[in-house]
């Protein structure tokens, strides 16, 4: 009998566990991804709601620093009327165009840090692929409302800050709900690493966001927010088809109305197994033979509390730090291909375009940082690592990124690394280790509530830095750089006592010990 081939022999050698976990690794990273995706456009579009005005055939000089106070003169004299003008797209083509536009990304992520709270709670007690699927859905359809704006000719600012506001509480659905279901398919050995690897959606996401948002940002940049709203709802009924929620243990949140076997001829199930509705690593239970429904308490783990994921060990700390990180990492989301125009003079596409370095460079960043993260089995001396060198790299780069298109392109890349790589270890890994921490006793589970408050506490900084960027940009961008690296100091500053921590204690990483 002829040998199978060796490709047949590859897949045939893993369990069925091992695919169900590759399937749910790539089928949330493809969720989360189009959350970013989601949110990327409105930083492609600014350059096209606020253009250079123009008398004649003559620009007007794009800004770059301090000599912006020539907008304030005889070309920024426009009509008041409720159309478009050669400065862009009403009522953002007016001379304070930055706050306007710090004024959209201020509500969405304001709403975000606010109902990031209420989220990770929610989402706590509810069924995951239930509570995803709605705010997918609800997501997609706010992201292509707003850019129904222009086909509808609406000029009204308090509409697209409504519509931001909502799509920021509706997007609070994804993280925590992606994070909990991604921690209970994958224990703490290598998780670093391998939520490094998955946490590259955020730039995946970022990349896609802005490569679809600027093919249509020049001619009809209604589609770049339509399309994307598209895409988001579409995941969502990929989620509600396909998405597999195991509980923390295998059974936190289920219970069997019909009995599943504990053991084989080959010896005791594994609980995940089990949740998987898998007799052995080969023969499955089909459905009919089981019914599987929400647990009505008996053996089911119960929902920490707000103030009881407060008492966490580390939980504050890296709270606080990812506040000032997600402010750094949010104002190059929102302002940066606004940045590039400005020193470059490249047009809204093409500074779209470059702008996605810095995302290419954020996976690295979030790869190496859950790499030497696991290595070293220390969490917060691998992001304070990190952000005291992404400080004097942002120095570098607000001075050389005038130079020339190469140094730029260099200086993206390592600011990615530098920026992202703290950002995505505390929002994934660190977050996980915390929610399964050591000091959780009883049948208690904490990973949506922790996510969400980490997360929703770096939402604030994330919410600040937009807004700080659009009132100091006036001034020139040197001072926004300033503020960032100011920032960054501030993120390093709050893991002083657990890096010292880690230092005099060498063992396990953030989520095993008590910092």
Known sequence: MARLPAGVRFLVSFSRDQWYRAFIFALTFLLYASFHLSRKPISIVKGELHKPCAVGDEPEPRFSGPSSSTRHGPLHQLPDNDTGTDCGWAPFDKANYPQLLGA?????????????????????????RYYL????????????????????????????????IINGLVQTTGWPSVVTCLSNWFGKGRRGLIM?????HTSVGNILGSLIAGYWVSTCWGLSFVVPGAIVAAMGIVCFLFLIELSENGTNRFRLLKQVPHSTNNGPLDPEMQCLLLADGKSPLYPSHIVVLPGDGGSAMAAISFTGALRIPGVIEFSLCLLFAKLVSYTFLF????????????????????????????????????????????????????????????YVFSSVSRMGMEATIAMLLLSGA????????????VSADLGTHKSLKGNSHALSTVTAIIDGTGSVGAALGPLLAGLISPSGWSNVFYMLMFADACALLFLIRLIHKEMSCPGPAAGNQAP
């Not at 959209?104 to 995951?128: H, N, V």
């Not at 490094?196 to 590259?200: E, L």
């Open 418 to 429: 530098l920026v992202s790589g703290p950002y995505a270890l505390i929002t994934t890994a």
């Open 133 to 164: 699927t709605f705010g997918m859905l609800a997501s997609g359809a706010f992201t292509a409302l707003f850019g129904l704006g222009y086909f509808y000719n609406i000029h009204s600012l308090g509409f697209y800050v409504v519509t931001q």
């Open 335 to 394: 302002w940066l291909p606004l940045y590039i125009t400005s020193v470059d003079h490249l047009d809204a596409k093409e500074a779209g375009e470059l702008s996605t370095l810095f995302d290419v460079g954020g996976i690295f960043g979030g790869i190496l940082a859950g790499v030497i993260s696991d290595r070293l089995e220390k969490r917060a001396s691998t992001c304070g690592l990190m952000l005291l060198l992404a400080g004097p790299t942002l």
């Open 196 to 200: 490094g690897i998955w946490n590259s």
């Open 104 to 128: 959209l990304d201020y509500a969405f992520l304001c709403a975000y840090a606010a109902g990031m709270y209420l989220s990770g709670i929610i989402g706590e007690r509810l069924p995951i």
